[in-house]
């Protein structure tokens, strides 16, 4: 029975991460914006539709400083747009690249391989490692209600690179940190470099064990 899906498609997995998701290959694994973010060059397109439409509608009736404000709105949000637009649909803030042996970090709008921050070859990766603050206390002593876990690049540097960032509750903590995980796994095995995983605390578990205990019947055994 012939099948209707493509092989590149049926390889293709995305994992959630925080205002972005990653989307792994067997070739790429690319950190891009998530479709929310759309809301803004949207916002900033009708921003600059308004003030070309003040221009042509009102041109002969508006004062000249006020006209120029307008073109001066149009000229700034017009491009800005356009470029928001296209770097949230088809741009990267982060991507590997096991054919040519690379990672790359990736600038705003020209996340299209034209505002490249930083180039690391997989020679240079000392290893990959996720981190986060579960263990992290307020200055008033209590833990933190919101984890943060980060999937970083160590280079043989030493130097720490950003690839991605997932944000939860302390309840979904466990759920979270397998999805980072997951991400570092990804890029180790293309990359070939050893990956420090995440892990939470032993008295994390312990503290659900008190809590079962609690909710248990002492007739229970």
């Known amino acids: 029975m012939s099948s209707d899906v493509s092989p590149s498609t049926s390889q293709r997995r995305t994992i959630p991460?925080?205002?972005a998701y990653a989307s792994i290959t067997p070739d790429t694994?690319?950190?891009?914006?998530?479709r929310g973010q759309l809301v803004t060059p949207l916002i900033e397109a009708g921003i600059a539709?308004?003030?070309v439409w003040g221009?042509?509608?009102?041109?002969?009736?508006l004062p000249l400083w006020t006209l120029m404000v307008l073109l001066l709105v149009a000229i700034v949000a017009g491009p800005a747009a356009m470029l928001g637009f296209v770097y949230q649909v088809?741009?990267?803030a982060f991507l590997m690249e096991r054919p040519k042996g690379t990672c790359r970090w990736q600038q705003g709008f020209l996340g299209l391989g034209i505002g490249t921050e930083e180039l690391v070859t997989f020679a240079r990766i000392k290893r990959i490692e996720v981190g986060g603050d579960f263990a992290d206390e307020l200055a008033s002593g209590d833990l933190q209600d919101v984890i943060r876990w980060e999937v970083r690049v160590v280079k043989d540097n030493h130097r720490v690179l950003l690839v991605g960032v997932i944000s939860t509750a302390r309840s979904l903590a466990e759920e979270a940190l397998g999805r980072a995980n997951d991400l570092g796994g990804a890029l180790a095995a293309m990359s070939g470099a050893p990956l420090t995983p995440g892990a939470l605390p032993a008295w994390a578990f312990e503290d659900d064990e008190d809590l079962?205990?609690?909710?248990t019947p002492q007739g229970d055994a």
């Open 17 to 19: 991460l925080h205002r």
């Open 49 to 51: 539709g308004l003030a």
């Open 55 to 61: 221009l042509v509608a009102f041109m002969n009736t």
């Open 29 to 34: 694994i690319a950190v891009r914006p998530s």
């Open 90 to 92: 088809a741009g990267s």
């Open 212 to 215: 079962h205990d609690l909710d």
